[in-house]
């Protein structure tokens, strides 16, 4: 069993799960947690009956960073050997192929960032603080922050937040597209399960075409972009989900049809 990081379906909305980070008092990214952290994206990844996932560090903090103490004695030999580990971890959110959404509360700081990252919403409470810090240890973000923080709100804010080590608060971090809703931290989880639970009876199939396109389509030119869009809308004619939403459609107009997940 797990000890840190658990991932179970919502009570009232079985189709969201949670990935929960426990590890107090501020969920510190220790090896252990990196391992039960891309076990559960894995498992949500191929559970069928969860549908989208909530990423949440409980009501005081999401993750204020690696374990430092697991780092001070590290050699360049040392952190060759684990960093592709490390990156893979912190970013295996971003592999989960079903709608995901981080909801934070408190500090998202360096690994914890970058695990919130991966999501593809973030809704914030307004006493969020959030940065990649690791300048003020002489080093850089090493999961995936200097590359998924300069796609998500452009270089040169990138930048600014990883030469600086600063924090943000919620309302700059909404205004730069760092994260997507602000709301109360006490209604911060729940606004995340709710904007979950929308994909619960939707065509999972589609969903996770239209994930693969917009992810893989962003990295490349437009041509190869639309290539990859045409391959993957070509191959949803071959699903019942497409059958029965068009069918339904047809029938009793749009938004009625009642999902297979074939």
């Known amino acids: 069993m797990p000890e840190f990081v658990t991932l179970e379906a919502h009570p009232d909305h079985p189709g969201v799960g949670t990935i929960s980070l426990n590890r107090p008092p501020m969920n510190?990214?220790?090896?252990?947690?990196?391992?039960?952290?891309?076990?559960?994206?894995?498992?949500?990844?191929?559970?069928?009956?969860?549908?989208?996932?909530?990423?949440?560090?409980?009501?005081?903090?999401?993750?204020a960073g690696a374990d430092i103490k697991e780092m001070t004695d590290m050699s360049y030999a040392d952190m060759a050997k684990v960093a592709g580990r490390l990156q893979r971890a912190l970013g295996s959110i971003a592999d989960i192929p079903k709608p995901t959404v981080a909801a934070i509360t408190g500090y998202a700081l360096g690994g914890g960032l970058e695990v919130a990252l991966g999501a593809d919403r973030r809704i914030a409470g307004d006493?969020?603080?959030?940065?990649?810090?690791?300048?003020?240890?002489?080093?850089?973000?090493?999961?995936?922050?200097?590359?998924?923080?300069?796609?998500?709100?452009?270089?040169?804010?990138?930048?600014?937040?990883?030469?600086?080590?600063?924090?943000?608060?919620?309302?700059?971090?909404?205004?730069?597209?760092?994260?997507?809703?602000?709301?109360?931290?006490?209604?911060?989880?729940?606004?995340?399960?709710?904007?979950?639970?929308?994909?619960?009876?939707?065509?999972?199939?589609?969903?996770?075409?239209?994930?693969?396109?917009?992810?893989?389509?962003?990295?490349?030119?437009?041509?190869?972009?639309?290539?990859?869009?045409?391959?993957?809308?070509?191959?949803?004619?071959a699903t019942e989900d497409r059958k029965i939403g068009m069918d339904s459609f047809i029938e009793n107009g749009p938004g009625k049809a009642r999902f297979t997940g074939k």
């Open 28 to 63: 510190a990214l220790n090896r252990q947690v990196q391992t039960e952290l891309q076990a559960a994206a894995e498992e949500a990844s191929v559970r069928d009956d969860i549908k989208a996932v909530v990423i949440y560090g409980g009501p005081k903090v999401l993750a």
């Open 127 to 237: 006493n969020a603080k959030l940065g990649v810090p690791e300048i003020l240890l002489g080093v850089i973000p090493g999961g995936g922050g200097t590359q998924r923080l300069a796609r998500l709100i452009g270089p040169s804010k990138a930048k600014d937040l990883v030469f600086t080590g600063r924090f943000v608060g919620a309302e700059e971090a909404l205004a730069i597209g760092l994260v997507d809703e602000v709301v109360a931290p006490d209604d911060v989880y729940d606004a995340a399960v709710k904007w979950a639970a929308q994909f619960e009876n939707g065509a999972s199939v589609a969903l996770r075409a239209a994930k693969a396109a917009i992810d893989q389509g962003i990295e490349v030119d437009l041509a190869s972009g639309l290539a990859i869009e045409e391959h993957v809308f070509a191959g949803l004619f």
